[in-house]
């Protein structure tokens, strides 16, 4: 998997410590094989002799706004090198879909990502429009550039690139990963199979030594040696915490 990053702030993504794409799972993904990061400087397109990459709105208002030939050249760039690749463009915007698992595993799953991460007021309509991005939302809150979304969702990707994370902490085990009741579990009523009862779950409580702090005990279970007992409970856990904290999942 290839991500190319198009910003105006390189720099951030550097991927030796103690940059966040130098440490832990980018590093290891990096290391691995499976995953290359190059950041290109959108301000290389400019054709202006400052380097200016964006202007006031039309219409009038605060701040500035990114332009298009500056981010249509970059993509072009960093594109017709990787030709025929499974490609997906990437545009970082509070009003795109919320990024999720599932979307992560969607993008996990490409050869070569292009990400264009917008600042000021954002980007020239036009360009988008051009370009038809996926548009990617954090959450429902503005930060002000889409750098900060791309390191987030790089993060998350090389996660589950193949070899990067070891069987003892397999993304499977996660958050927001379909969850199958293990074998002999049941609260369905209605007869469905495993695979039917299978859901995105949260992940469930984890403890380790001592056994006991502050007057609070692990759950006997987990010290008990029983695996099927303890693949039981964690399912258990699993459906109680997605309950109370997002029903929604549900
Ligand atoms: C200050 S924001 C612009 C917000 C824009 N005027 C709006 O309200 O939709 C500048 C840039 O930060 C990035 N950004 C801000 N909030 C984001 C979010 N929640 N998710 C993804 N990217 C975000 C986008 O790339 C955006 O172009």
């Known amino acids: 998997m290839h991500v190319d990053v198009l910003t105006t702030f390189p720099e951030l993504f550097a991927t030796q410590p103690p940059a966040l794409l130098g440490v832990s ?120 550039g889409g750098e900060v979304a791309a390191l987030v969702t790089i993060d998350a990707i090389a996660r589950l690139l193949p070899g990067v994370l070891g069987h003892e902490d397999s993304s499977v085990q996660d958050s927001f990963s379909v969850f199958a009741p293990p074998q002999g579990f049941s609260t369905a009523r209605d007869g469905l199979s495993s695979s039917k009862q299978s859901k995105r779950l949260l992940d469930c409580p984890h403890y380790t030594k001592p056994r006991e702090w502050r007057g609070r005990a692990v759950p006997d279970v987990l010290l008990s040696g029983d695996h099927e007992a303890i693949a039981k409970w964690r399912h258990a856990e699993r459906l109680r915490r997605t309950f109370v904290r997002r029903p929604d999942l549900l």
């Open 25 to 144: 799972m980018p590093r290891r993904a990096i290391d691995a094989g499976a995953l290359t990061v190059s950041a290109t400087d959108i301000r290389t397109f400019t054709h202006d002799k400052h380097q200016k990459t964006d202007d006031r709105p039309f219409g009038g208002g605060p701040g500035m706004v990114m332009m298009c030939q500056p981010v249509w050249d970059a993509f072009d760039h960093v594109e017709k090198p990787r030709a025929g690749a499974r490609r997906q463009r990437v545009y970082f915007t509070p009003q795109g879909t919320p990024l999720s698992q599932e979307l992560v595993a969607h993008l996990a799953s490409c050869e070569h990502l292009v990400m264009l991460a917008g600042h000021y007021e954002g980007i020239d309509e036009r360009v988008i429009e051009e370009l038809a991005p996926l548009e990617v939302s954090l959450g429902d809150f503005v930060v002000s």
